[in-house]
């Protein structure tokens, strides 16, 4: 077996074992989770689940939705059947092996939310010597069928979610709406360029694109924020667009 590690979430409430090599989850996954506007009752779809940290956040925030997570890495999935049975979270969070452009026929279907934390290099750049953490990491230019998928998966009135790469910005737009799009910067420190961007389409809205004021994620003495903090550790959300739980 792989040597793996337990990593604790939202200050425990979360723990989740992960490969000690590869790809592992963190800050993004908790910071996307935190931006999904589940309510009780909703169904959820997480392309890309990983190990499952972020599906077990969200679900760790919102009591009775349930979430499907789809990874196209068989035992990173099985991972995270664990990890929802560790959690005692298995009876509304699973997770199944299969490919977020062309999911299993029991995935096509529309789902309230939609939320991923797509691979977030592109063709160009070093490629990684470990195969899973290449897999995870790199889009091969695929970044714009990510979003394409995703919203086919999105019921109207729903949202898509995503955190991406702030350089890539430009690329994620064009695959998504013309409308109704929010943009979340995550800023490093206050005056700082932004490294990473949330997304979230509300499919069918009219309303017009917004930039938001985003979230300085470190005091000049690289201490979280105490907004940051918020959310990394207590599991408060980031309302967007549409606020809610």
């Keep these: 077996m792989s040597e793996s590690t337990d990593d604790k979430f939202l200050n425990g409430r979360v723990i989740v074992r992960q490969l000690a090599r590869g790809f592992r989850s963190g800050l993004d996954a908790v910071m996307l989770a935190a931006a999904v506007p589940a309510s009780r009752s909703d169904e959820l779809l997480e ?102 998928a995703g919203m086919k998966r999105v019921v109207s009135g729903g949202t898509l979610t995503a955190i991406i790469r702030a350089d890539r910005l430009g690329e994620a737009l064009a695959a998504l709406p013309e409308r109704g799009v929010a943009i979340f910067p995550l800023w490093p420190r206050a005056g700082e360029p932004a490294k990473r961007v949330i997304l979230q389409a509300a499919k069918g809205s009219r309303a017009p694109n917004a930039l938001l004021a985003g979230l300085v994620l470190h005091e000049s003495d690289g201490r979280y924020t105490r907004e940051a903090d918020a959310i990394l550790r207590d599991g408060a959300s980031l309302a967007l667009a549409k606020p809610r739980l």
Excluded at 76 to 101: H, P, Q, S, T, Y
């Design 47 to 148: 392309q890309g689940s990983g190990v499952g940290v972020a599906s077990l956040c969200v679900a760790a925030r919102v009591s009775d939705c349930s979430i499907v997570g789809l990874e196209i890495d068989p035992a990173l999935a099985e991972i995270a059947n664990e990890n929802a049975r560790a959690n005692e979270m298995d009876a509304r969070v699973r997770f199944a092996a299969g490919d977020a452009f062309v999911p299993p026929e029991t995935l096509r279907h529309s789902f309230a939310h939609v939320f991923s934390n797509p691979p977030f290099h592109g063709a160009d750049g070093e490629t990684s010597p470990d195969a899973s953490r290449e897999l995870a990491l790199r889009d091969d230019g695929r970044l714009a069928d990510w979003f394409t």
